[in-house]
């Protein structure tokens, strides 16, 4: 079982949809969840950081963690065609990121 | 606001070569990290760097490859030997320690003929 999966997608969705984005973990010394923003051939962007099972939300962007079952999620409100992009998750342990393969997100005009 | 740079942006180089990739980590920062991204692969952690030491490697990280801090403000990343699998993006990242996040720079890619 990979440490981390991610559905490599593509995801196309209409302007003004919610998009929900997800992760799977098998590892339990992962303590700590990001979501990065990746546009093609650029480095990682960082949109959200959380570490508590729960809900985080910035602007249109809410986090979600459940330890429990090892599983985390981005959801975009309102999308926007500037959102397309790959989102790749991550998780830490100690001193080195684990990422997801990324998922392929187009949100058409 | 503060961004982890890196140069060159894209470096091509001959089989056998070394090559050197720079890092300019943000100022506060004290935990150092390179990763890479094969084309159409998944972000791979290489080694992380915190007071002069490496803190953790991959198993991708072998005797190819070194990390140094020669400053105060750079961070390279060494590899003797380049082989064609070498080919990738590059990424330099830091952060302040566990539990903060880990900024990234742009990338440097790599294209090794």
């Known amino acids: 079982q990979k440490e981390v999966e991610q559905d490599p997608g593509p995801l196309s969705v209409p302007e003004g949809a919610i998009v929900s984005l997800n992760c799977t973990y098998s590892n339990s010394a992962f303590q700590y969840f990001m979501w990065y923003r990746q546009y093609s051939r650029k480095g990682p962007e960082l949109l959200m950081y959380t570490y508590s099972s729960g809900n985080k939300e910035d602007g249109r962007f809410t986090a979600q963690v459940d330890k429990s079952s090892k599983y985390i999620s981005l959801f975009i409100r309102d999308s926007q065609p500037s959102d397309s992009a790959t989102y790749l998750c991550a998780m830490r342990s100690n001193y080195k990121l684990t990422f997801g393969k990324g998922t392929l997100l187009t949100v058409n005009p | 606001e503060p961004e982890v740079t890196q140069t060159p942006s894209h470096q091509v180089t001959q089989m056998g070569q070394e090559v050197i990739l720079r890092c300019v980590p943000i100022?506060?920062?004290?935990?150092f990290y390179w990763y890479r991204q094969i084309l159409g692969q998944k972000v791979e952690f290489l080694v992380s760097f915190y007071n002069n030491e490496i803190s953790e490697k991959s198993e991708i990280f072998d005797d190819q490859f070194s990390v140094e801090r020669p400053d105060g403000s750079n961070f390279t990343l060494k590899i003797r030997s380049t082989k064609l699998e070498d080919s990738a993006m590059y990424f330099c990242a830091s952060d302040r320690g566990p539990p903060t996040e880990a900024f990234f720079g742009q990338g440097t890619r790599l294209t090794v003929v």
């Open positions: 100022s506060n920062h004290l935990y």
